[in-house]
């Protein structure tokens, strides 16, 4: 079993540390396949590419999309099918520069360099990094990020040890997601030159009405019948929150579609109040 020392310890909320084979060195899983998993129109072309081509150059793709259609999964399930760790970054949690690129540390007089899980996996290569919400980033991390992700593959971190380059080791897929609009508080605009670095784009939207319809049956054990009303119900929501005429300010998105469909197992039509109705 691993021993989680204190530095460890404050990877919680950084990184996801749910996964029975989580590296603490590294703060790294490799994701499990999930079959009910809906691939996206013409994505999985787009997956043996990549695949192909980070063999060559490490590769950047920005996911957008409206929040809960599925971006992390999106790059959870790449990993999935390739057997690759992932290191997943929830950017508006790493307030710190030193979160992203190590510290230095003084211990009984001695200072010496920490390395971050993140300085060790893009050194490594072979991973794929899932930059999640990279709007919420602090703009001077960012600034470093942009070397990393541009052609140089190398960026300069002043105090780190025993180099101040930190260079990508090639194989990296770096996945990068964001929210967009004024729905989204607390994000940042991304610069035009840290955007040009993602060559790569991928639209993500809700699942087709069936596709959703079968995924809430796969995954909550809800009717056939039950679900199509959640999702009919979703889907005038949807509708409706479009346009400048819109009715809804926000919609409803499949993870929360889930959730209620769970609830709805569970208990009823009461607890949709809270899973559905109170979201409005």
Same mark, same amino acid.
Request: hydrophobic share 40%; proline share 5%; with cysteine.
């Given at each position: 079993m691993n021993t989680i020392s204190k530095t460890d310890k404050e990877l919680k909320g950084i990184v996801n540390m749910s996964e029975d084979n989580f590296s603490y060195k590294?703060?790294?899983?490799?994701?499990?396949?999930?079959?009910?998993?809906?691939?996206?129109?013409?994505?999985?072309?787009?997956?043996?590419?990549?695949?192909?081509?980070?063999?060559?150059?490490?590769?950047?793709?920005?996911?957008?999309?409206?929040?809960?259609?599925?971006?992390? #999964?999106?790059?959870?399930?790449?990993?999935?099918?390739? &057997?690759?760790?992932?290191?997943?970054? =929830?950017?508006? /949690?790493? !307030?710190?520069?030193?979160?992203?690129?190590?510290?230095?540390?003084?211990?009984?007089?001695?200072?010496?360099?920490? #390395?971050?899980?993140?300085?060790?996996?893009?050194?490594? &290569?072979?991973?794929?990094?899932?930059? =999640?919400?990279? /709007?919420? !980033?602090?703009?001077?991390?960012?600034?470093?990020?942009?070397?990393?992700?541009?052609?140089?593959?190398s960026t300069f971190v002043q105090d780190r040890k025993p180099s101040p380059i930190l260079k990508d080791g090639g194989g990296l897929v770096w996945f990068a997601t964001m929210n967009e609009g004024s729905a989204y508080t607390g994000t940042v605009r991304l610069d035009r030159a840290l955007r040009a670095r993602f060559s790569d784009v991928v639209e993500l939207s809700y699942l087709s009405k069936s596709d959703e319809i079968n995924l809430l049956v796969a995954r909550t054990g809800i009717d056939v019948e039950n679900a199509t009303k959640l999702v009919d119900i979703a889907d005038t929501i949807r509708r409706k929150a479009k346009g400048i005429d819109s009715v809804f300010t926000s919609t409803t998105s499949t993870r929360e579609l889930i959730n209620a469909a769970r609830k709805f197992v569970r208990g009823g039509v009461k607890p949709l109040r809270f899973s559905m109705l109170n979201l409005f």
């Open positions: 590294t703060g790294t899983f490799i994701p499990q396949a999930d079959k009910t998993y809906v691939m996206p129109k013409d994505t999985s072309d787009l997956f043996k590419v990549i695949n192909e081509e980070r063999k060559n150059e490490s590769q950047n793709i920005l996911l957008v999309g409206p929040t809960g259609c599925g971006k992390t #999964e999106f790059a959870k399930q790449f990993a999935a099918q390739y &057997g690759l760790y992932l290191l997943k970054i =929830d950017c508006a /949690n790493m !307030a710190e520069a030193s979160h992203w690129f190590g510290r230095m540390h003084i211990s009984n007089g001695t200072s010496h360099w920490v #390395e971050s899980p993140f300085d060790r996996v893009v050194s490594a &290569g072979n991973h794929v990094i899932l930059l =999640d919400e990279i /709007n919420r !980033a602090s703009p001077e991390v960012l600034n470093v990020l942009l070397p990393l992700l541009d052609t140089n593959r």
